[in-house]
C-alpha cells in the first residue's frame, strides 16, 4: 500500500504545471494543429482500447475452463468475422490518415506574403538568427512579434540539429546545404523555452534556445536596439578598459562586435548585454556565470568550441564589464 501510494503520488506530480516545454499547452497555429491531432487521435486510441478490453473481459468471463465442462468448439473460416476484423482497422485508419495529412500539409512551411523571414543557423551547440528585411542579426534569443506569421528558413553550418519550441513550432531538421521551412504565427507574448532535438554531439542536450513573443512596439525597440552599434564605454570605466581587453585578446578571431571585430564562429556580441541567458540559452547572463564561461567554457558545456580564457582576473572582470554594457 505505502508502495502504491508513492507510485500514485510520483505519477500525479507529473499533473502539475508550469509547463514551458509542453507541446499539449500549445499557444501558436502550428502548435495548436498539431495539438487537435494528438487530441484526436488520443479518442480514437481510447476507443480501440475500450472495445479491445471488453471483448477480452467478455471472453474471459464467458468462455473460462470449468469443471466438467466439454471443450469448446473452436471457428474455422468464418467470413462475416474475418471481413469485419480487416474493415474495422482500415476504417480506423482512414480517420487517422486523412487528419495526419491534412496536419502535414497545414505545416508544411509554406508562409503567406509578408510574414516576417528570419533565417536559423544551427551551430554546435547554438542558434544563429538573421532577419534579413530588417537588417539585423541574432543569437539563441528568437525575438518575433506576437500574432505576425514568421517563417523561419533553417539550415546548418555543421551537423544535423532539429529546431524545436513544443509550444510553438517544430521538430524541424537543420541540414547543411539545404533549407527547411518552418511558418508559425505565435498568439500570445511571452517567453517561450525550447531546445535543438537531434543528437548532434556533446553538448546537444545543452542546445537551448529562448523564443521572446512581443507586442509589436515592444518588438520594434528590439529591433531598433539591434540596429544600433554597440554602446561606446564611458570614459575611465572598467567597460572602457575592458575593450581594451577584448580588442587584444583571442575573443575577436570568433566574436564579432559591430565596429570592433569581425569573427564568425561564435555567436555575435554587439548585443549581448540585452540577452537573458548565455551559452546557447543554457545559463543566466549574469557576472557570475559570465566570469565562469569565459575562465573555463568546456567546463560548463562539454565540447564548447571556446577554449579556457588565461585572463587576470582584472582582466576578466574588465571584460564581463564590458560585454554587460553591451545592451
Ligand atoms: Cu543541435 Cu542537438
Not at 1 to 17: I, K
Not at 180 to 205: K, L, M, P, V
Request: glycine share 8%.
Amino acid at each position: 500500500m505505502p508502495l502504491l501510494l508513492a507510485v500514485v503520488l510520483v505519477v500525479l506530480t507529473a499533473c502539475s504545471g508550469p509547463f514551458p516545454q509542453s507541446a499539449l499547452a500549445p499557444r501558436s497555429d502550428f502548435s495548436t494543429s498539431l495539438d487537435h491531432l494528438f487530441t484526436n487521435i488520443f479518442w480514437w486510441a481510447v476507443v480501440v482500447f475500450l472495445v479491445v478490453e471488453a471483448l477480452l473481459l467478455y471472453a474471459i468471463g464467458r468462455y473460462r475452463a470449468r469443471p466438467g465442462a466439454a471443450a469448446p468448439k473452436p471457428v474455422h473460416g468464418h467470413t462475416a468475422l474475418e471481413i469485419g476484423w480487416t474493415l474495422a482497422p482500415a476504417l480506423i485508419l482512414v480517420f487517422i490518415a486523412v487528419p495526419t495529412m491534412r496536419t502535414i500539409f497545414e505545416t508544411a512551411g509554406n508562409a503567406p506574403e509578408g510574414a516576417l523571414r528570419v533565417e536559423v543557423i544551427g551551430h554546435q551547440w547554438w542558434w544563429e538568427y538573421r532577419y534579413p528585411t530588417l537588417g539585423i542579426g541574432a543569437a539563441n534569443e528568437l525575438h518575433v512579434p506576437v500574432r505576425t506569421p514568421v517563417q523561419l528558413e533553417m539550415t546548418s553550418a555543421d551537423v544535423i540539429h532539429s529546431f524545436w519550441v513544443p509550444r510553438l513550432a517544430g521538430k524541424r531538421d537543420l541540414i547543411q546545404g539545404r533549407i527547411n521551412r518552418i511558418e508559425f504565427s505565435a498568439d500570445s507574448t511571452g517567453e517561450y523555452w525550447g531546445q535543438c532535438a537531434e543528437f548532434c554531439g556533446a553538448s546537444h542536450a545543452n542546445m537551448r534556445l529562448r523564443v521572446v513573443v512581443q507586442l509589436d512596439t515592444a518588438f520594434q525597440a528590439w529591433v531598433d536596439r539591434q540596429r544600433a552599434g554597440p554602446a561606446a564605454p564611458a570614459q575611465g570605466s572598467p567597460a572602457e578598459r575592458g575593450q581594451k581587453v577584448f580588442r587584444r585578446s583571442a575573443c575577436i578571431a570568433c566574436h564579432t562586435i559591430t565596429g570592433i571585430s569581425q569573427g564568425k564562429i561564435g555567436p555575435e556580441l554587439t548585443h549581448v548585454g540585452g540577452r537573458a541567458t548565455i551559452a546557447g540559452a543554457l545559463f543566466p547572463n549574469t557576472t557570475d556565470m559570465l566570469r565562469r564561461w569565459i575562465t573555463n567554457a568546456p567546463s560548463l558545456k562539454p565540447g564548447a568550441l571556446m577554449p579556457p580564457q588565461g585572463l587576470s582576473a582584472a582582466d576578466l572582470d574588465a571584460v564581463v564589464a564590458y560585454l554587460q554594457s553591451l545592451k
